[in-house]
């Protein structure tokens, strides 16, 4: 415990250090984004999307496979002279090519399909991006939160225990009863929970920044000014209407389900495929001996027991879903910057009568305070004066905290809290950077070295 109250001593003594020394608010934006393993996870997701593409593109490619067979065989024959056996090896080789000649679109609806879900994708990796910037900022806030709590705890005991001092020398000359003196080390008591409580919710506050950011808090600087969000609720809901991640990712998403629907469509209708196969007996006593065949296969499904109308159908319901989706998250979206602009004015007008409250709450402390050296008034009257100031300023300071969160929020809200929109100045993940490399489903050896740098560059 001792050691805990000296780091709270050296935290609170550096509060006013120099940023050079301290721990800023950015520091915290770029700590988390580099080191969170959601990032990570979902980074991973949307290649794994970029793939879907390029295995899409291979379907509109010949498939070139060969075979190579070995046959041992043995037969019994007839000879002149009775019967013998034949045997001998037989290796063959073929070699075969299969292309989709024409399936009415449905390989180019497939493509469609893949690159709506990796830019449906993107968006939810904004998404997470936000939610682990926004966990940073408010760990942040609240380890220096719980720190000035603590610190107002600390004077709120060493108060009291003047209180209790002098509680005391008024009871060895009779001014006060021996009920004053308990009431004031009750008091203590209460404080000396307060403070413990308090000490906990700091350590509680440090392993949240060290899963927000990826290592405990050093000296962390003042907080720097909010960034501006926008005018008016109006002008911040048509922010968020435009750019929020969850709209968009929605928007792809019913783009996928239009696109399925004409898929589904697309599978009634026939297909036409090409195959040429090249064969060579490569040993036995026809050794040296090939084939070449080409062929057209034209074939179209008349009748699966109504399992494509069933498809059609189920997929206009998957696209009347996606469309309705898009609808309520847009009611979801709008009712949170709602929530956040709210939850701001209402913090502003908690930290405007919170600045009345201490005002008034210090000025009857020190009237209390000095009616209780004149004998009007009791210990715990002073005890109950200097209750009021501590809460009065608590509220302020949380009240306070909560303003400052709240802006990072509603920008949230709007979709902005990103590393580009916070101006944090470092390398971020680039989604185009791999889908570039792999649209085109690459094969050689040149763009598989590209492949590489792009994977080693995004782990570092």
């Known amino acids: 415990m001792r050691k805990l109250f000296s780091m709270v001593a050296v935290l609170g003594a550096v509060m006013g250090a120099p940023a050079a020394w301290s721990e800023t608010l950015a520091d915290a934006f770029i700590a988390a984004y580099r080191n969170s393993n959601l990032l990570d996870q979902n980074q991973a997701v949307l290649r794994a999307a970029d793939e879907d593409v390029a295995l899409a593109v291979a379907r509109l490619r010949p498939v070139v496979q060969y075979t190579v067979q070995s046959t041992y065989g043995a037969s019994e024959i007839d000879t002149p002279t009775g019967s013998d056996w034949n045997d001998g090896l037989t290796t063959t080789l073929n070699l075969s090519a ?109 392993e949240r920044y060290k899963a927000a950011t990826g290592a405990y808090p050093g000296r962390l600087a003042a907080l720097p000014r909010a960034p501006s969000t926008a005018g008016s609720l109006d002008a911040a809901q048509s922010v968020a209407l435009r750019t929020h991640p969850s709209i968009r990712q929605q928007q792809h998403q ?113 009237g209390v305070r000095e009616e209780a050296t004149l004998g009007a008034r009791t210990t715990l009257d002073v ?36 590393a580009e929109h916070l101006r944090l100045g470092i390398p971020t993940f680039d989604p185009q950077a791999y889908y570039n490399a792999v649209r085109n489903a690459p094969a050689t050896s040149t763009q598989g070295k590209k492949l590489d740098r792009i994977l080693e560059k995004i782990g570092n």
């Open 383 to 418: 005890l109950n004066a200097e209750q009021d100031l501590l809460d009065a300023r608590a509220n302020r300071l949380i009240a306070e905290a909560n303003r400052y969160v709240g802006v990072y929020q509603l920008l949230a809200s709007m979709g902005l809290l990103t």
């Open 98 to 206: 299969n292309l989709t000649l024409l399936d009415f679109g449905r390989t180019k609806l497939g493509i469609q399909i893949a690159e709506e879900s990796v830019l449906a994708t993107r968006q939810a990796l904004v998404g997470v991006e936000q939610n682990v910037l926004l966990d940073a900022v408010s760990a942040y806030v609240d380890v220096r939160l719980q720190s000035e709590i603590v610190a107002l705890r600390q004077s709120n005991q060493r108060l009291i225990t003047q209180e209790l001092r002098a509680a005391q020398d008024r009871f060895e000359v009779g001014d006060v009863t021996r009920t004053d003196v308990a009431l004031a080390e009750a008091r203590l008591a209460e404080a000396r929970s307060g403070l413990s409580a308090a000490e906990g919710d700091l350590m509680l506050a440090r």
């Open 254 to 366: 019913a783009k996928i389900a239009d696109l399925a629907v004409a898929l589904s469509k697309a599978d009634m209708a026939p297909t036409l495929s090409g195959r040429a196969v090249i064969g060579q007996d490569l040993g036995g006593e026809t050794g040296g001996l090939g084939n070449r065949s080409v062929g057209l296969t034209f074939n179209q499904t008349l009748y699966a027991g109504g399992r494509l109308s069933a498809l059609y159908r189920q997929s206009l319901a998957q696209q009347d879903q996606a469309r309705a989706a898009l609808r309520q998250v847009a009611v979801v979206v709008t009712e949170n910057v709602g929530r956040a602009w709210a939850g701001l004015s209402v913090s502003a007008a908690s930290i405007e009568s919170g600045d009345r409250q201490i005002r008034a709450a210090q000025t009857a402390f020190d």
